[in-house]
């Protein structure tokens, strides 16, 4: 470890020890996916970088700052390979198709089950659609975390997507809800091309300690958690600002729904 790595590490406890307050957070994490196939979830894992040495001691690759930055997110993979496209109908509504076509590694039910395109009506700009796709991804934790969904922006990819991806920010202490992709098509020219493996969306943490990080474990399926999911699952289909339900959430929730696999 160089110096700057254990100068930021004392930074970090020294700051922990003052506020009296934990280095370490540990989540839980398992997928909830209704019709089956939870073999094509992998896990997530830390990003990391597959950079040369580097050439000199004041390169960004030894820089504590980015170095802290880069290890607090973690990398969802997509789960498939698809290509999807735009078609406009005679009546001018827009239609979104599988562009892979007899060749498409999915069938049309299981792109059924997995995407829809939201009404116009829902839309932020009226030549912008978005669509959406199950990432049934479940974060727990049992002291106070939010998470924060983001596009992969530290990994480039050789083909951009054609918009923009949908991020989000809810407490996964209180409000444990499965995830979601969500992606607003500015180039209707464009295909949007997903290939199972590459980076889909990061994941990272907020703790009550700044300072402190976060130690992701595989989380069991406990009769207690999917009793909680149940409750809170599919609540924005009734009533909207589900944030004014963290109140009601938090008065039914289990003292602890954390339970690491194994």
Not at 157 to 169: D, F, K, Y
Not at 193 to 211: D, H, I, M, Q, S
Not at 220 to 230: Q, V
Not at 232 to 259: C, H, Q
Request: aromatic residues 10%; glycine residues 6%.
């Amino acid at each position: 470890m160089s110096w700057e790595d254990q100068f930021a590490e004392d930074a970090d406890r020294r700051e922990g020890e003052a506020s009296g307050r934990s280095r370490t957070l540990t989540v839980g994490w398992t997928v909830r996916f209704p019709q089956g196939g939870d073999a094509i979830w992998a896990a997530p894992k830390a990003f990391s970088r597959t950079d040369p040495k580097p050439a000199s001691a004041k390169s960004v690759q030894v820089c504590p700052a980015a170095i802290d930055f880069d290890r607090r997110h973690f990398v969802i993979p997509c789960p498939i390979d698809i290509t999807l496209s735009f078609q406009r109908q005679p009546n001018g509504q827009l239609q979104m198709v599988d562009a892979d076509g007899e060749k498409s590694g999915m069938r049309p039910q299981g792109r059924a089950n997995m995407m829809m395109l939201h009404p116009q009506s829902e839309w932020r700009h009226p030549e912008r659609p978005i669509i959406q796709i199950v990432a049934p991804y479940v974060f727990v934790a049992d002291e106070p975390c939010y998470i924060v969904q983001t596009p992969p922006y530290l990994d480039w990819l050789p083909e951009p997507r054609p918009g923009l991806q949908m991020g989000g920010r809810f407490p996964v202490h209180i409000w444990p809800r499965p995830l979601s992709w969500g992606f607003e098509w500015h180039d209707l020219s464009k295909p949007l091309k997903l290939k199972r493996g590459e980076p889909w969306f990061y994941v990272r943490f907020e703790t009550e300690n700044p300072a402190a990080h976060v130690r992701l474990v595989e989380q069991e399926r406990t009769p207690e958690l999917e009793k909680y999911l149940d409750s809170i699952i599919d609540v924005s289909n009734y009533v909207n600002k589900t944030y004014s339900l963290f109140g009601e959430a938090r008065r039914i929730r289990p003292d602890r729904l954390l339970k690491p696999k194994g």
